[in-house]
């Protein structure tokens, strides 16, 4: 028996943590690193998918980190299937279970049926109504009367539609109550699936109110203004040219990202990435003011030169807008990075991790303001270009459902003197909207032109920082 071991329990073997479990191991600054250099063999694809990472985590805090929250679409432009990028960020800011009904376990409506709900909210705010809007803090009957009402509003509400967080855009709103929210009176609006984006598309165009003057019932039970940002995944046959136009002028920082992303990303340490957003999103993170310039070099002042150069042409409410967002950026990039980062984590790998979530994020940013030249908003069409611009639309609507075809045929149909056309075609082509050769012209594929996009030399790549720094340190081990 020497050397022999007693075993309570010899038939089990030696227990092992799950692969989940173990992940939530590793460091959280890690494991964003990670994502962002490997969560696909694509570059242009990391670069989208690391955008919406940052821009969820932003939606996240709401108007806790910046008083105008930015809204995110993204716009694939391969095969028509699920989004492999909003598949991962719905993941991350949607939690389905939080809007389902449910019995309360505290509060003024605790235990009572979900069935009760909606009479106890009619109820309630009948009862707010018959009250004056601003009651004094007196201690008076109809003061009491008034919180009770509020209290037993709000508790009914989460009895009946759960938190409001985040919700489905087609089921966020209420015929009686507006807009559905938590007591923050800010929301994010999902587009999950065919019924979510086909409400929005037809909202945008044709009741922007509903959007651009967002209201809901409050704390106090009486209509505020709601501050509503949107996240999910559209198609260029959802997301036309008046459905673009009229998004951009609601005046949102709304960044519309393209990809051609078709493959699911690579998240291995995805329990952690949902864990850091969840910690996140209940963290008290100080607020973040938009820098009067941006942090300087040459790769950031070409992207910010292409910026300025688009949003010019577009309307000044989006302008000001997306170039606030852009100013806040960086402050919002330093804020992620330290609450990923613990105690032990070095200053270089901070700053390295920062730069690399910020490179990626302002490049996919502009590349999105881009990209709305192809529904023929923002288009560089030179010193000619505003008595153009029209003409511009229509060549680009006509070439898109009869090309190809040729030069002269154009000046027939599209009502264009010989030097307007040649003068468009010019510019167009430039943009990757249209191909000339010799004298027949075609239109590029909303594919084409998404990966022409991302392959323009205004347009750099990214440096990878993070690399870097983890190189040398392993040089400097070895030379130790």
Same mark, same amino acid.
């Given at each position: 028996?020497?050397?022999?071991? #007693? ?40 670069? $989208? ?12 805090? !709401?108007?806790? =980190? ?20 909003? @598949? ?50 007196? !201690?008076?009957?109809? *003061? *009491? ?65 509903? =959007? ?83 942090? $300087? ?25 997306? =170039? ?26 901070? $700053? ?23 529904? !023929? ?10 008595? #153009? ?22 000046? @027939? ?14 510019? #167009?082509?430039?943009?990757? #909207? $249209? ?18 996009? *991302? ?26």
């Amino acid at each position: 028996m020497t050397g022999s071991k #007693l075993t309570p329990f010899p038939n089990l073997g030696s227990w092992q943590a799950p692969e989940e479990l173990l992940a939530l191991n590793k460091p959280m600054h890690e494991v964003l690193a990670d994502f962002i250099h490997g969560c696909s063999p694509d570059p242009d694809t990391r670069t $989208v998918a690391t955008t919406a990472l940052l821009l969820s985590l932003w939606q996240l805090q !709401g108007r806790a =980190l910046t008083p105008e929250v930015p809204s995110m679409l993204l716009l694939q432009a391969g095969e028509p299937t699920d989004d492999p990028i909003d @598949q991962f960020i719905r993941g991350l800011v949607y939690d389905a279970a939080e809007n389902k009904p449910r019995i309360q376990t505290k509060g003024p409506f605790m235990g009572a049926p979900i069935d009760l709900a909606p009479t106890a909210m009619k109820n309630a705010f009948l009862k707010r109504q018959e009250l004056d809007r601003n009651l004094p803090v007196d !201690g008076s009957e109809r *003061y *009491y009367e008034a919180k009770n009402a509020e209290e037993k509003f709000h508790a009914a509400r989460l009895t009946a539609f759960g938190h409001g967080s985040s919700r489905p855009y087609a089921k966020a709103w209420h015929p009686e109550y507006g807009l559905l929210t938590d007591e923050d009176n800010q929301i994010i609006l999902r587009l999950n699936d065919d019924e979510d984006r086909a409400a929005f598309c037809n909202d945008v165009v044709n009741d922007t109110g509903k =959007l651009a003057f967002a209201k809901g019932i409050g704390p106090n039970l009486f209509m505020v203004p709601k501050r509503v940002s949107l996240s999910g995944s559209l198609t260029p046959g959802n997301w036309k040219g008046e459905t673009a136009g009229m998004s951009i002028s609601l005046g949102w920082p709304l960044f519309a990202l393209p990809h051609f992303a078709d493959a699911p990303l690579t998240t291995g340490n995805k329990t952690t990435l949902q864990s850091l957003s969840m910690i996140w999103k209940n963290t008290s993170i100080p607020p973040v003011s938009a820098s009067p310039c941006l942090p $300087v070099s040459d790769w950031i002042n070409a992207y910010q030169t292409a910026l300025r150069r688009r949003l010019t042409m577009l309307p000044g409410g989006y302008e000001f807008t997306v =170039l606030q967002a852009v100013h806040q950026l960086d402050g919002v990039c330093d804020r992620i990075v330290n609450f990923a980062a613990d105690s032990e984590t070095g200053l270089e790998e901070r $700053v390295a991790l920062y730069q690399d979530l910020y490179q990626h994020a302002l490049r996919c940013m502009v590349i999105g303001v881009a990209g709305l030249s192809w529904y !023929g908003h923002g288009l560089c069409l030179g010193p000619e270009g505003d008595p #153009l611009r029209v003409g511009a639309v229509k060549l680009l609507k006509y070439l898109r459902e009869k090309s190809p075809t040729s030069k002269s045929v154009i000046l @027939q149909n599209c009502h264009l003197k010989k030097h307007q056309r040649d003068v468009l075609l010019e510019h #167009l082509a430039a943009e990757d #909207l $249209v191909r000339v050769d010799g004298a027949t012209v075609s239109a590029t594929t909303f594919s084409e032109f998404v990966r022409a996009l *991302y392959k323009r030399e205004e347009f750099p790549q990214v440096t990878n920082h993070w690399a870097k720094v983890r190189e040398s340190r392993k040089v400097t081990k070895a030379s130790a």
